[in-house]
């Protein structure tokens, strides 16, 4: 066995050059520059995106993103679908691979498909030809590690793994901030060597202090429990919103108020229309999946309900459109104003707006939308997956500019905070819709004396208007 130079790290490969893979290791580039790193992917569609001259072409938008690639790629950074020649020639390897709901089999609709996360430690053992750190960075079940254990280490080759939990906690639109200054690192594992190998390499821009070491178990189960948990406080607020717009109690007010509580914070309590995005509602499921699993039905139920609000709030948000459109949208244009399930992102899995479009489709509404970071291709691909000839479905358009959204729509519902949307006159904008119209804004970013009583019907998530 080749002990010396287990632990002498200067090549690094990222199995998934997605959301999570293409940031993180970007950053780590940014920081290392005496490390090598490659970022494969067997979508040779978006390696080339990542090799892009054109930086705005990037397959994942996230401010700051592309000037870091700029600084590193080519130099300390690179691209590839040469899965097994980055394999071989790394001492340390991430999988941030996607890990999406089954859904078909045992555990459909709930439990993780780890069909790619095996694919890659079958990979790795199949290339690597030294001692190697395997690190999980996608998030995934608690126990996985002893999936991919057992596959690497079942060969009689003389190599040694060791596999290590890196979960990570980065939000979309404030990804390169998040990386740069976590407010914690987590790693998980049983040998002291190989974790701070991890360890000193995070040590770099990193506080020691803010680097936790754990389990391997710990760090797994501790992604899915802090998604649940901040899930859970988006879905608590926004049963308060619906309390706050039968009352007239005001949701901000109610929300500034218990985060002054120390021990509620003032973080995660932004209500509106649901939570999005490719993890909340994925992980949580996994958590269902494990509680049931393990002869829990009790705490299965408990984080059901979580899910159940969310998708509540959103059938909430269509029938009060509905219903203040008296009662049909058949013949009627409504302009949507973001489809990114956030802010800042140009990710649109999971969004609310889908949910949404989808319902507002069923009644027959013809939609107009606009998002200054979502190209039509995607939204249509949410919308209608399986249709073919999406330019002759004629109820969903996209609209280059705000303007176009709204023009002669009888209603607007803005579903993503993009700053653009919060300095929008509307009493100007009125003009160019039919009357009456009505404004749903579900992201609480329109003041409420902007707007002129008898030019727009105002509706706000959390307020009785
Ligand atoms: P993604 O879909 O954007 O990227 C995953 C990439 O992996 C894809 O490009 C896919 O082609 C590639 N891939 C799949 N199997 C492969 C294989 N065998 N070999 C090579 N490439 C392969 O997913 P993501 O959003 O980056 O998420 C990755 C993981 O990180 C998931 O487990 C997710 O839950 C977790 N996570 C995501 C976020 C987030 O904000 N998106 C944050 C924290 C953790
Ligand atoms: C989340 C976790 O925050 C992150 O730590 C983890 O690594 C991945 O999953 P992300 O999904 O990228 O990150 O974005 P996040 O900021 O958490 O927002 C998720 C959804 O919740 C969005 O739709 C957002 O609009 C919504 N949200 C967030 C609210 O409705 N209210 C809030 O107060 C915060």
Redesign the pocket.
């Known amino acids: 066995m080749k002990k010396d130079n287990f632990f002498k790290i200067n090549k690094i490969c990222c ?7 293409g940031p993180t290791m970007a950053v780590i580039a940014k920081m290392c520059r005496d490390l090598e790193i490659t970022i ?4 040779k569609n ?1 390696i080339d995106l990542w090799n892009s001259e054109k930086l705005d072409e990037l397959p994942v938008f996230e401010p700051g993103l592309c000037e870091i690639i700029n600084e590193c790629r080519g130099k300390n950074l690179s691209f590839s679908t040469n ?1 097994k020649e980055a394999i071989e020639s790394s001492q340390m390897i991430f999988i ?4 999406p709901t089954k859904e078909s089999g045992i555990g459909a609709g709930e439990a993780s498909d780890l069909g ?1 996360v095996e ?2 430690a079958r ?1 790795i053992s199949l290339y690597a030809k030294d001692n190697t750190i395997v690190i999980e ?4 079940p608690v126990k996985t590690a002893d999936i991919i254990n057992k596959i690497l280490n079942c060969s009689s080759s003389d190599r040694k793994f060791h596999i290590l939990s890196n ?6 639109g404030s990804a390169i901030q998040d990386l740069l200054k976590p407010n914690r690192v987590l790693i998980g594992g049983d040998n002291e060597k190989a974790v701070d190998g991890l360890a000193n390499i995070y040590n770099r821009w990193i506080d020691n202090k803010k680097i936790i070491k754990t389990n391997v178990w710990s760090a797994e189960l501790s992604k899915l429990t802090s998604n649940a948990f901040l899930a859970q406080r988006i879905s608590s607020i926004n049963t308060i919103s619906a309390i706050c717009e039968k009352t007239g109690a005001n949701i901000n007010e109610v929300s500034k108020s218990i985060g002054l509580d120390k021990r509620i914070g003032k973080y995660f309590l932004q209500h509106g229309p649901g939570f999005g ?3 909340f509602k ?2 949580i499921l996994n958590l269902i999946y494990i509680s049931k699993f393990y002869g829990l039905p009790e705490v299965a139920e408990y984080w059901e309900k979580v899910l159940d609000i969310n998708n509540w709030q959103k059938k909430r948000i269509s029938r009060i459109v509905v219903n203040n459109l008296f009662g049909t949208l058949k013949n009627k244009k409504i302009a949507i104003l973001g489809f990114a399930f956030k802010a800042e992102t140009n990710d649109t899995r999971e969004s609310s707006a889908i949910d949404i479009c989808k319902d507002l489709l069923e009644e027959g509404a013809y939609l107009s939308i606009y998002d200054p970071k979502v190209d039509f291709e995607k939204i249509s691909q949410e919308l209608l997956p399986n249709e073919n000839l999406i330019n002759d479905n004629m109820n969903i358009l996209s609209a280059k500019t705000i303007a176009m959204a709204v023009d002669d729509a009888d209603a607007v519902i803005i579903l993503t905070e993009w700053d653009e949307f919060k300095d929008i006159c509307w009493n100007d904008f009125s003009e160019i819709m039919r009357k009456p119209s009505w404004l749903f804004d579900c992201r609480d970013v329109i003041q409420l004396n902007s707007i002129d009583k008898g030019k727009i019907n105002l509706w706000k998530c959390g307020y009785s208007i």
């Open positions: 199995i998934g050059a997605g959301y999570v893979g494969v992917d067997l979508d978006k899965i941030a691979v996607n890990t790619y694919s890659c990979d960075k996608s998030t995934i979960p990570e906690f980065l939000s979309e995005g490719s993890c994925k992980d």
